[in-house]
């Protein structure tokens, strides 16, 4: 009687491991989906609006909606870490390592895509999107900018990147296979071969770090980190050309 429990339980386990993994690949392919039928022309019309509508509505509810759907535990992942102080230290570390990684491989890797592939680069259109988004850089058009650019996506992608599709391979797979794995996907993501290798880096990082701590919100805060200082950098090199 204990042994067909046992092979029950074990069976039901299975089969919730792999809906969460079906219903994780899906909210990423919903997501992409979403971006790039309904985010770009949006963005297009009124960066602002466009980017938050584009966090929340097809990167946060999609991920919500399929975590909850996938039956996900994942009241442990949401806990503070231990050691917070250190944590956020490290954290805020790990995201000034990420952005000086990705620097470093994204930098050479855009060189090439502008000298044999000018029509994949993106250097120019991200430029453009940051004077659009810090507007006249006064003290409120930098705090939109960073809240639009830097946490918003810091929470929103993290969680469908690491709370939902991280979490959920980690039940069916090596966890750390499931970092690398979720790794390459958060590269994809951001649909841009020059910055694959970046972001890829980010997101290895990123998930290591959330593995070790088994919480999401260091994974958050190096992801902020990343993007608020490579937005104030893009902000002052936006004002030394002025």
Known sequence: MDNTESVSKSGLSEGSSRL???????????????????????QAWNLRIGLL????GMVLAPALIL???????????????????????????????????????????????KRFFPSLSVTEDIAQAMRALYGSATGIDVVIGLF??????????EFLFRALIQGNLSRSMNPRLA???TAILFGAFHLS??????T???????????????????????????????????LAAFRLGT
């Open 20 to 42: 969460g993994i079906i219903l994780s690949l899906g909210a990423y392919a919903l997501s992409i989906a979403l971006l790039i039928w309904l985010a770009e022309p949006l």
């Open 53 to 56: 509508v584009s966090e929340l």
């Open 67 to 113: 975590f909850f759907l996938s039956r996900h535990n994942g009241d442990s992942f949401f806990k503070i870490p231990e050691k917070p102080f250190l944590t956020l230290i490290a954290s805020i570390g790990l995201g000034i390592l990420a952005l000086i990684a990705a620097a470093l491989l994204t930098v050479p890797m855009s060189l090439l895509i």
């Open 148 to 157: 639009l650019s830097a946490l918003l996506p810091a929470f929103c992608e």
């Open 179 to 181: 970092v690398l794995f």
């Open 193 to 198: 071969v020059e910055r694959f290798v970046g």
């Open 200 to 234: 890829f880096v980010i997101g290895l990082i990123a998930g290591s770090f959330a593995l070790r701590k088994k919480s999401l919100w260091p994974a958050v805060i190096i992801h902020f980190t990343n993007n608020a200082i490579s937005g104030l950098i893009g």
